[in-house]
């Protein structure tokens, strides 16, 4: 059998994991996967989250993938990193950049067991600022130029491409090689906030079309979080295990300790569980209903038919489920331009999954509409709302 | 494994030999922590 | 393909790498270069386990079973684990 085939079955232990530590955050980015804002008063304690940082080191999970929200607006972040240490996990962080200050440069520096992600989204104040926020350009310049005085080295500068920064890809490798980072570049999901603007955010298909060309050509220094293996219908598959991970080789632990398939997945859909639950964490990844399904055997659907469906295994379960499309049928983003047909049929029919789980500060209403804007930020449950299109 | 030879048939020769398949196959195979989708 | 390193004497996991084994072989992943790799046999897991008890990492091989039209195989698997650092000359043969 094929590694991957093998993946897609599930593992016994994930190989990797996200784990947001918080829902708050001091930015309130449009597209934020997570719609992240306001802590939640059920978040995980310190005890707690050492917990699952032993039970993480149980299962032999190498490498933990910290986010939020702003995971360094936890009192206790610098507490837990040093306890992941001791206890043989990995860790590679995610942040605006607002609290790496010249002393947490220095600690970073000093330690050879944290890696570090700043998150942009434009080369330039102007784009970047436009998704994240007025000043939020500089906030995470500074902390690059903070963690090179201090000696930090190879820090990752992650960046979700959108249909204002597609064009900036050589800018963002040029950022990337100022500061010795590695770049990585990810895809925007129309996940947590991102169902609001995808439609206006997303790459058009010649953009994703050049995206492909570039990473290419620059695949061997640039990360992607395997997050185009959709794109492996143009041709070439591109570096990665090329396969849909969640509930397989990863999944997400928020920051009450739910269990979602995915970051990009957080919807009761996809949550298979609670690390609070007896079982624990453990527990949720081997028995739960959810993962047992995502590992059978996929037939592929709609797609099966289509010649390419060996290499994009029909594409991101997220970005379908978020855009109202089937989840048997293309990603909305398909190469071969079938999921732009879907979305284009089904219209204003479609019904958009509302996030389950929304700790937005402000949630704007996305476009014109009826509805009172407050409706879902006061509903204790999850409405489904019918969206327009783009 | 040795077997009669079969009366010519130019085909037979390309077929890989149970050695070759071994070799072919990688029994190591590198993947990047960041290479699986999924990952924030 | 670059040259293979010379498989001589006694070898060893690396300190900082983890086995994790699994149903088609293991995991291993070492926490100072952040490398992850495939062992896609349980038998190569075996190998990578006993390396330091053996003389050579052949003889290695040879006793973990591996048979000689499968040698050549597992040597570059071995190649590949000393190139990205996986696996290392063992220290000090003259320690006890």
């Given at each position: 059998?094929?590694?991957?085939?093998?993946?897609?079955?599930?593992?016994?232990?994930?190989?990797?994991?996200?784990?947001?530590?918080?829902?708050?955050?001091?930015?309130?980015?449009?597209?934020?996967?997570?719609?992240?804002?306001?802590?939640?008063?059920?978040?995980?304690?310190?005890?707690?989250?050492?917990?699952?940082?032993?039970?993480?080191?149980?299962?032999?999970?190498?490498?933990?993938?910290?986010?939020?929200?702003?995971?360094?607006?936890?009192?206790?972040?610098?507490?837990?990193?040093?306890?992941?240490?001791?206890?043989?996990?990995?860790?590679?962080?995610?942040?605006?950049?607002?609290?790496?200050?010249?002393?947490?440069?220095?600690?970073?520096?000093?330690?050879?067991?944290?890696?570090?992600?700043?998150?942009?989204?434009?080369?330039?104040?102007?784009?970047?600022?436009?998704?994240?926020?007025?000043?939020?350009?500089?906030?995470?310049?500074?902390?690059?130029?903070?963690?090179?005085?201090?000696?930090?080295?190879?820090?990752?500068?992650?960046?979700?491409?959108?249909?204002?920064?597609?064009?900036?890809?050589?800018?963002?490798?040029?950022?990337?090689?100022?500061?010795?980072?590695?770049?990585?570049?990810?895809?925007?999901?129309?996940?947590?906030?991102?169902?609001?603007?995808?439609?206006?955010?997303?790459?058009?298909?010649?953009?994703?079309?050049?995206?492909?060309?570039?990473?290419?050509?620059?695949?061997?220094?640039?990360?992607?979080?395997?997050?185009?293996?959709?794109?492996?219908?143009?041709?070439?598959?591109?570096?990665?295990?090329?396969?849909?991970?969640?509930?397989?080789?990863?999944?997400?632990?928020?920051?009450?300790?739910?269990?979602?398939?995915?970051?990009?997945?957080?919807?009761?859909?996809?949550?298979?569980?609670?690390?609070?639950?007896?079982?624990?964490?453990?527990?949720?990844?081997?028995?739960?209903?959810?993962?047992?399904?995502?590992?059978?055997?996929?037939?592929?659907?709609?797609?099966?038919?289509?010649?390419?469906?060996?290499?994009?295994?029909?594409?991101?379960?997220?970005?379908?489920?978020?855009?109202?499309?089937?989840?048997?049928?293309?990603?909305?983003?398909?190469?071969?331009?079938?999921?732009?047909?879907?979305?284009?049929?089904?219209?204003?029919?479609?019904?958009?999954?509302?996030?389950?789980?929304?700790?937005?500060?402000?949630?704007?209403?996305?476009?014109?509409?009826?509805?009172?804007?407050l409706a879902e930020y006061l509903a204790a449950g999850a409405p489904v709302r019918s969206g327009a299109g783009a | 494994m040795s077997q009669p030879k079969p009366t010519p048939a130019p085909d037979?020769?390309?077929?890989?030999?149970?050695?070759?398949?071994?070799?072919?196959?990688?029994?190591?195979?590198?993947?990047?922590?960041?290479?699986?989708?999924?990952?924030? | 393909?670059?040259?293979?390193?010379?498989?001589?004497?006694?070898?060893?996991?690396?300190?900082?790498?983890?086995?994790?084994?699994?149903?088609?072989?293991?995991?291993?992943?070492?926490?100072?270069?952040?490398?992850?790799?495939?062992?896609?046999?349980?038998?190569?897991?075996?190998?990578?386990?006993?390396?330091?008890?053996?003389?050579?990492?052949?003889?290695?091989?040879?006793?973990?079973?591996?048979?000689?039209?499968?040698?050549?195989?597992?040597?570059?698997?071995?190649?590949?684990?000393?190139?990205?650092?996986?696996?290392?000359?063992?220290?000090?043969?003259?320690?006890?």
């Amino acid at each position: 059998m094929r590694l991957v085939e093998e993946f897609e079955l599930g593992l016994d232990a994930p190989i990797c994991i996200t784990w947001e530590l918080t829902y708050a955050c001091n930015l309130a980015c449009v597209h934020c996967l997570s719609s992240s804002g306001r802590r939640d008063p059920r978040e995980l304690t310190t005890a707690e989250a050492k917990g699952v940082i032993e039970e993480l080191e149980r299962m032999q999970i190498f490498y933990v993938n910290i986010g939020g929200g702003e995971p360094t607006v936890r009192k206790d972040f610098w507490e837990l990193l040093d306890h992941a240490a001791e206890h043989h996990v990995g860790v590679k962080f995610s942040t605006n950049g607002s609290r790496i200050d010249a002393a947490a440069a220095a600690r970073l520096a000093a330690s050879d067991y944290v890696d570090v992600q700043v998150s942009i989204d434009g080369a330039t104040a102007a784009v970047n600022d436009a998704v994240r926020g007025p000043g939020s350009f500089d906030t995470a310049i500074g902390a690059l130029e903070r963690l090179a005085a201090a000696g930090f080295e190879k820090p990752k500068i992650s960046v979700v491409v959108t249909r204002q920064n597609a064009g900036q890809l050589d800018d963002f490798k040029a950022i990337a090689d100022r500061f010795g980072a590695q770049l990585r570049i990810t895809r925007l999901r129309p996940s947590g906030r991102g169902a609001d603007v995808w439609d206006e955010l997303h790459p058009t298909p010649d953009q994703q079309r050049s995206l492909y060309m570039w990473l290419l050509e620059h695949g061997e220094e640039v990360l992607t979080g395997d997050s185009f293996f959709h794109l492996s219908a143009y041709g070439e598959a591109l570096p990665g295990l090329n396969l849909c991970g969640a509930g397989r080789v990863v999944c997400l632990i928020d920051p009450v300790g739910d269990v979602y398939a995915c970051p990009f997945a957080i919807h009761d859909e996809f949550l298979a569980g609670n690390v609070r639950e007896p079982r624990g964490f453990e527990g949720v990844w081997r028995d739960s209903d959810l993962f047992t399904e995502l590992r059978r055997p996929q037939s592929g659907g709609a797609c099966a038919s289509c010649g390419h469906y060996d290499a994009c295994r029909g594409g991101c379960m997220a970005a379908k489920f978020f855009t109202g499309l089937p989840l048997d049928g293309p990603d909305p983003e398909c190469a071969l331009g079938h999921g732009e047909g879907l979305l284009a049929a089904r219209g204003a029919d479609r019904a958009i999954p509302a996030p389950a789980v929304d700790h937005s500060r402000v949630r704007p209403p996305a476009r014109v509409c009826d509805e009172n804007p407050l409706a879902e930020y006061l509903a204790a449950g999850a409405p489904v709302r019918s969206g327009a299109g783009a | 494994m040795s077997q009669p030879k079969p009366t010519p048939a130019p085909d037979a020769e390309l077929e890989p030999t149970a050695e070759e398949l071994v070799e072919q196959d990688l029994l190591v195979e590198d993947v990047s922590i960041d290479g699986m989708c999924g990952v924030y | 393909m670059s040259a293979e390193v010379e498989l001589d004497g006694r070898w060893r996991l690396h300190p900082q790498v983890a086995l994790r084994p699994e149903r088609f072989g293991a995991l291993a992943y070492h926490f100072g270069t952040r490398r992850l790799s495939f062992l896609k046999s349980r038998r190569l897991l075996e190998v990578v386990r006993t390396l330091d008890s053996a003389p050579d990492p052949i003889a290695a091989c040879r006793a973990a079973g591996v048979g000689e039209e499968e040698l050549p195989g597992y040597r570059r698997a071995l190649a590949t684990l000393a190139d990205t650092g996986m696996i290392v000359p063992a220290e000090g043969e003259a320690a006890a």
